[in-house]
Nanobody, 126 residues
């Protein structure tokens, strides 16, 4: 089992930056596909970013609307992945979830992730 705990969400002004963290325990996640999703109340989880396993080169991929503003990375020494969020906009306000999958194939669909954190809330004020 993999346990994921997100942190770093807080209230920030538009134009500001945040770095979300997702700390894993129970398994070493360097060879897990990791992702961030966003979910507003009453809406489906939306893909934000993913990073492939270290064995696959830790390749990152982003939702088109977020390219250039968000950057996902992993620190295998800390068993943690990050989401650096820059130039934040009020529409980025929502809960962000970290997800993990032990499988190699790439996927942006939440159904293809096996483990989830409880989320961290980001509020961007205008």
């Amino acid at each position: 089992q993999v346990q994921l705990v997100e942190s770093g969400g807080e209230l920030v002004q538009a134009g500001g930056s945040l770095r979300l963290s997702c700390a894993a325990s129970g398994r070493i996640i360097m060879n897990y596909r990791m992702a961030w999703f966003a979910q507003a109340p009453g809406k489906e989880r939306k893909f934000v970013a993913r990073i492939s396993s270290s064995a696959s080169g830790s390749t990152t991929y982003y939702a088109d609307s977020l390219k250039g503003r968000f950057t996902m990375s992993r620190d295998n020494t800390k068993n943690t992945v990050y989401l650096q969020m820059n130039s934040l906009k009020p529409e980025d306000t929502t809960v962000y979830y970290c997800a993990a999958s032990p499988y190699v194939f790439n996927s942006d669909h939440p159904a293809n992730y096996n483990y989830w954190g409880r989320g961290t809330r980001v509020n961007v004020s205008s």
